[in-house]
């Protein structure tokens, strides 16, 4: 009869180690301390990034760019939804979403209506009232919700279509 056993938490460096070596594979699946400890540093680093991009270049160019590097985030998310047995569309499907509605807000006018000195209220509104925006925001905020949870959720113990689980072992 074999029993199921657990590895180790990852820790910090070790984890952020692993997610780094792996930012371009989208396959296979991640624990949830690799996961964590490396969206921490990444979140960080985007704080740190996106503060530097603020003193260079207003706030609409520095958010796409950040928007972009959360790109090198999407391969752990995507194997920490595969840890699950769940689809990487979520996140992919959040992530798009809040790019489209970023560059749909700037090309529309309501950014910089909603950004200027002396913005009109009604302008400001607009942006939560266009259903454009108002669908593009809904998709995303699901989509992350949904996202969020199977991340926090334990991975299968059993291998599925994605591979064998990071954290069980079964032994005989």
């Known amino acids: 009869m074999s029993t199921l056993t657990s590895k180790p938490s990852l820790g910090l460096t070790e984890a952020i180690r692993l997610a780094c070596r792996r930012l371009t594979d989208f396959k296979g699946r991640s624990r949830r301390s690799e996961f964590w400890w490396f969206m921490l540093a990444f979140q960080i680093c985007i704080m740190i990034i996106q503060f530097i991009l603020s003193l260079f270049m207003q706030a609409y160019p520095s958010e796409i760019i950040t928007e972009l590097l959360s790109f090198f985030a999407l391969s752990a998310t995507i194997r920490r939804l595969h840890d699950g047995g769940h689809s ?23 950014y910089e209506a909603t950004m200027s000195i002396n913005a009109n209220p009604s302008d400001q509104i607009k942006m939560f009232t ?43």
Do not use: R
């Open 88 to 110: 990487q569309w979520w996140v992919i499907v959040s992530w798009i979403s809040s790019i489209v509605f970023l560059i749909y807000i700037y090309l529309s006018g309501i």
């Open 130 to 172: 266009d259903p454009i925006s108002v669908t593009l925001i809904a998709i995303s905020v699901i989509s992350s919700i949904i996202t969020i949870i199977f991340c926090i959720m334990d991975g299968k113990p059993e291998p599925n279509k994605y591979g064998e689980s990071p954290k069980y072992e079964y032994n005989n």
